[in-house]
Nanobody, 115 residues
Framework: VHQMESGGGLVQPGGSLRLSCANS????VGWFRQAPGKQREVVAL???????SYADSVKGRFTISRDNTENTVYLQMNNLQPEDTAVYYC??????????????WGQGTQVTVSS
């Protein structure tokens, strides 16, 4: 695992956080999250050509972007809600969209939205 997530924390509903995925490379990067008792789900994806997609639940609130000079992909999260509480992971292997690759995941970063 080369990528490394950071930027999580505790925030009140309506607040914002920016997550970073360091060592992300210049190809595919996906942000995923896993809430307690739930399966990991896709949050946002960005391809090497800059093609972007979002889960319906975060459209209009989250923005994925990349800085190739910093070798980092960001996830700007605005208007956070309690249902956004989860461990957030980034992954640079597009195969995880089809099946799990256990050793491709980092430790993630915890996001907790609570008043």
């Amino acid at each position: 695992v080369h990528q490394m997530e950071s930027g999580g924390g505790l925030v009140q509903p309506g607040g914002s956080l920016r997550l970073s995925c360091a060592n992300s490379g210049t190809m595919f990067v996906g942000w995923f999250r896993q809430a307690p008792g739930k399966q990991r789900e896709v949050v946002a994806l960005i391809s090497n050509l800059g093609r972007i997609s979002y889960a319906d639940s975060v459209k209009g609130r989250f923005t994925i972007s990349r800085d190739n000079t910093e070798n980092t992909v960001y996830l700007q999260m605005n208007n956070l809600q309690p249902e956004d509480t989860a461990v957030y992971y980034c992954n640079t292997d597009p195969r995880v969209l089809k099946y799990d690759i256990p050793n491709s995941w980092g430790q993630g970063t915890q996001v907790t939205v609570s008043s």
